[in-house]
């Protein structure tokens, strides 16, 4: 009976949907990197694409309208921008880079967040989250492992843009839930942006793709949506401040697919860089309860 009410509770149903986000979005970059030596805005597109499709079909489904976007159109375009930037520089990372590695730096999304909200929410930062930043700072140069070979060392920075463009983004998304913008409309005018921004590129440098392609990238399509989907409704059922720590077993996931089906293995200093982004990422979700916790007493 117990066991019943803990896996019908509404915080465990948010954990195993954002561990099933994790995985998708691990699927995702694996069908990107196994869709082989295409254009970035391509594979950019048919990902976005995809998901622009899902969310025409769930609005139409909920007969949502776009009555909440009236107002807000400006912070629809900055966070699509952001966002397309940040999907862009994680395909092109993927693609030039072993999967963990690529994955890590994407993660340091929710610390960009954190920088940003400050700046143009004017959120107070806390010292454990300045700590957590400058952590996560640390820990992505074990990773980048930075050198004067330009060459070697551009995929990484790429990442870490792709990372600061998805924490710039998820930064208006909270902005614009505080409007009351819905969801569902947040993800159409994002799909529907980054389609027509990439369509130009990929049409210029089209390159021809097998059917096997055309199926990978399709996939990377339905497991980016699912853990979009995933992801959305996991806040739903409880907030960040208590579940987004598990969004860090996406690394686990794309190590393990990363090893078995791209035959990857990260260095040492990467495991360490991994080692102290989540490390950080722990401590801040821990100070963050706590805080909450001493506010609601």
Known sequence: MAEKGFLSSNKTKGIILI??????FALMNMFVRLSGDLPSMQKSFFRNFVALFFAIAVLMKNKTGFESAKGNFKYLFIRAFFGTIGIVCNFYAIDHMILTDASMLNKLSPFFTVVFSAIFLREKV????????MGAFIGSLFIIKPS????????????????MGAG???TAVRFLGSRGVVGGVIVFFFSLFSCIVCLPFAIANYTPMTLVQVVTLLLAGLSATGGQFCITYAYTFAPAREISVYDYSQIIFSAILGFFVLNQMPDIYSFLG????????????????RHHERQGA
């Open 148 to 163: 004067m070979q330009i060459e070697t060392v551009l995929p990484y920075i790429i990442g870490f843009i792709g990372g």
């Open 126 to 133: 806390k010292p454990w989250q300045l700590l957590a930043v």
């Open 19 to 24: 561990i099933c986000s994790a995985f998708f």
């Open 168 to 170: 710039a983004a998820y």
């Open 274 to 289: 991994y080692i102290i982004i989540c490390g950080m990422g722990i401590i801040n979700f821990v100070f963050t309860k």
